[in-house]
């Protein structure tokens, strides 16, 4: 595997960045995941976009323009052979003093890797997920907003934790005022009287692009789609749930906190948009071999 660091490729064993960098020692960075599909890089624009508003967000000044981090992104893939994969784009802070002060950070450093895929198991998507809400909320907006795709993922990976000790893969992550936010590492959305609902983005849910796609097919083929502040009570009465997520693609889920939502199996409406979101990723995207 060859890895981008900073211009440079670098195989695996390589692939290094000093114990200094900020990225490492204060989650002081930025990323993006995103997969590639059929020869094509899906959504790319959408990604490189939100790469530059967390950018922003955290003032950090991303060593190359939109243009050159799309072209690298979609080179680091011919590099690596890859037609299926995931791709993870990194810009951390850079080299520093042990200090917290990103001023000592000279040069934020660019890292892309491009890899297979780690999907969750086949059964996953035929029975659907059982998951629980946990006890850690997600982060406020005043704090470290959810929008930002920081390297700082803590407030998700305790959420993560607390959903394996309950012996469940994901969980659902409720804001300081009880409403739903999102899941560690997907957003998500009911089904309810053939409406689709997903909680709105000031509920603390990152911009997710899976979940801007799936508002974008589900509106297409006349569903109506809504985002209001949802609660726990509204998971449950669901017909159907299901979670979005660029490597998760779109997981239908059939339990929440011990009560059965709808069937108890994956609905009609997640099954349609699941072969609807299948299918617009047999056909679009950046091509890597032109
Ligand atoms: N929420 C969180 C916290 C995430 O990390 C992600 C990305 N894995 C998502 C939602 C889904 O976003 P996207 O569809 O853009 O991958």
Redesign the pocket.
């Known amino acids: 595997m060859k890895i981008f660091i900073d211009g440079k490729y670098y195989d695996e064993r390589n692939a290094k960045i000093s114990v200094f960098d900020h990225g490492l020692l204060y989650g002081d960075g930025i990323f993006e ?1 995103i997969r590639a599909y059929h020869g094509r890089v899906f959504k790319l624009k959408e990604h490189i976009d939100r790469l530059f508003y967390s950018a922003k967000a955290i003032l950090l000044e991303i060593p190359m323009s939109s243009a050159q981090i799309t072209r690298a992104t979609v080179e680091v893939c011919r590099e690596n052979k890859i037609r299926d994969g995931y791709i993870r784009l990194v810009v951390t802070r850079g080299v520093g003093t042990l200090g917290l002060n990103p001023k000592s950070c000279k040069r934020p450093s660019v890292i892309i890797i491009a890899d297979k895929i780690q999907l969750y198991p086949a059964g996953v998507y035929q029975r659907g997920l059982d998951i629980i809400t946990v006890p850690t909320t997600r982060n406020l907006h005043s704090a470290l907003n ?1 929008a930002i ?1 920081s390297l700082n993922y803590l407030n ?1 990976i305790l959420a993560k934790i607390e959903a394996n000790n309950g012996g469940c893969e994901e969980a659902v992550m409720l804001n300081a005022e009880g409403f739903v936010a ?1 899941c ?4 998500l959305f009911i089904v309810k009287n053939g409406a689709l609902l997903t909680p709105p983005l000031s509920a603390g ?2 911009y ?4 801007r796609t799936v508002m974008e097919l589900a509106e297409e083929s006349g569903l109506k789609v809504s985002e209001p502040n949802l609660t726990r009570y509204d998971l449950f009465s669901a017909d159907e749930c299901f979670l ?4 998760a693609e779109i997981v239908p889920v059939v339990k929440i906190d011990g009560r059965v939502i709808g069937t108890g199996k994956p609905g009609r409406v997640t099954r349609r948009l699941e072969d609807e979101y299948h299918a617009l990723t047999k056909v679009s995207g950046e091509p890597i071999y032109k």
Do not use: S
């Open positions: 995941g959810p795709k998700n999102e560690t590492g997907d957003n849910a990152l997710g692009i899976t979940r979005t997520g660029t490597g």
